[in-house]
C-alpha cells in the first residue's frame, strides 16, 4: 500500500513509497521556474518555482505521482478508488484536471498557508490527460515544514482536512484513517509495560 509522510525535526522531509507490481516509465523530473503548463479547461500558467519529483513524461508534460518545489511545498497523489469524485466544468470555480493539480500547485505557491487562500475555489474535473491515459482516482497530501493537509474530492465535494499527523495512505478517506488510529495509542518503541497484573 502506497504512504505518504512527512517528518519534521531541525529539517524538514517529506517522501512516499510507490506500492505499484508494474512500472509507468517514471523517472526523475525537474520543471524549470518559467516552464509553461496549458491547462485544459483553466488559464495557462508559467511556473513561479522549480519542481522536482516522480513522473512520467507523455508529449513534453509531467505526469508527476508526487513532487516538491524549490520552496519546500511537496504533494503526493495515493489510490483512492471508488471514493475521488471527479466533477464537471463549473464556471465559477478553478476547473484542474486530477493530473494537472501537482504542477498547478506546486508552480504557483510556496507556503500551505498561500495555497489555503485558493484551496475551495478548486474543482477537480473529468478530463483524462488522454483517450488512452484516463484518470486516476486519486486523494493527495500536502506539506511544507509548517503544516500538512489533505485533498479529498468526493460526491460530496472537495474536503480538505488538516492532517496532524503527516501521513497518509490509500483508500478509505482521511478521516476514516485518522479515527483508526486510536487503534494504535499503545504503540511505543520500549518495551510493553505490563498492564494486566502486577502477579
Same mark, same amino acid.
Given at each position: 500500500m502506497c504512504t505518504c509522510i512527512n517528518f519534521t525535526?531541525?529539517?524538514?522531509?517529506?517522501?512516499?513509497?510507490?506500492?505499484?507490481?508494474?512500472?509507468?516509465?517514471?523517472?526523475?523530473?525537474?520543471?524549470?521556474?518559467e516552464y509553461e503548463f496549458n491547462l485544459r479547461k483553466a488559464e495557462s500558467f508559467k511556473t513561479k518555482y522549480a519542481i522536482i519529483g516522480m513522473a512520467t513524461v507523455v508529449y513534453d508534460y509531467p505526469l508527476y505521482a508526487e513532487a516538491?518545489?524549490?520552496?519546500?511545498?511537496?504533494?503526493a497523489g495515493l489510490n483512492f478508488p471508488n471514493n475521488a469524485f471527479y466533477e464537471e466544468v463549473k464556471k465559477e470555480k478553478i476547473n484542474i484536471t486530477p493530473f494537472e493539480l501537482i504542477p498547478w500547485v506546486l508552480g504557483n505557491f510556496k507556503e500551505i498557508?498561500? /495555497?489555503?487562500?485558493? $484551496?475551495?475555489?478548486?474543482?477537480?474535473?473529468? %478530463?483524462?490527460?488522454?483517450?488512452?491515459?484516463? *484518470?486516476?482516482? /486519486?486523494?493527495?497530501? $500536502?506539506?511544507?515544514?509548517?503544516?500538512?493537509? %489533505?485533498?479529498?474530492?468526493?460526491?460530496?465535494? *472537495?474536503?480538505?482536512?488538516?492532517?496532524?499527523v503527516g501521513v497518509l495512505t490509500n483508500n478509505p478517506p482521511f478521516p476514516y484513517h485518522k479515527e483508526n488510529l486510536i487503534n494504535y495509542l499503545n504503540l511505543t518503541p520500549n518495551l510493553p509495560e505490563n498492564r494486566f497484573s502486577s502477579k
Amino acid at each position: 500500500m502506497c504512504t505518504c509522510i512527512n517528518f519534521t525535526t531541525k529539517d524538514y522531509y517529506f517522501g512516499r513509497n510507490l506500492d505499484l507490481e508494474y512500472r509507468f516509465n517514471e523517472s526523475v523530473v525537474i520543471t524549470p521556474r518559467e516552464y509553461e503548463f496549458n491547462l485544459r479547461k483553466a488559464e495557462s500558467f508559467k511556473t513561479k518555482y522549480a519542481i522536482i519529483g516522480m513522473a512520467t513524461v507523455v508529449y513534453d508534460y509531467p505526469l508527476y505521482a508526487e513532487a516538491c518545489n524549490e520552496k519546500g511545498l511537496c504533494i503526493a497523489g495515493l489510490n483512492f478508488p471508488n471514493n475521488a469524485f471527479y466533477e464537471e466544468v463549473k464556471k465559477e470555480k478553478i476547473n484542474i484536471t486530477p493530473f494537472e493539480l501537482i504542477p498547478w500547485v506546486l508552480g504557483n505557491f510556496k507556503e500551505i498557508e498561500e /495555497l489555503k487562500k485558493v $484551496i475551495y475555489n478548486i474543482n477537480l474535473i473529468d %478530463v483524462s490527460f488522454s483517450e488512452d491515459m484516463q *484518470l486516476t482516482p /486519486l486523494h493527495w497530501m $500536502i506539506s511544507d515544514e509548517k503544516e500538512t493537509i %489533505v485533498l479529498e474530492q468526493t460526491k460530496e465535494g *472537495l474536503n480538505v482536512y488538516d492532517n496532524e499527523v503527516g501521513v497518509l495512505t490509500n483508500n478509505p478517506p482521511f478521516p476514516y484513517h485518522k479515527e483508526n488510529l486510536i487503534n494504535y495509542l499503545n504503540l511505543t518503541p520500549n518495551l510493553p509495560e505490563n498492564r494486566f497484573s502486577s502477579k
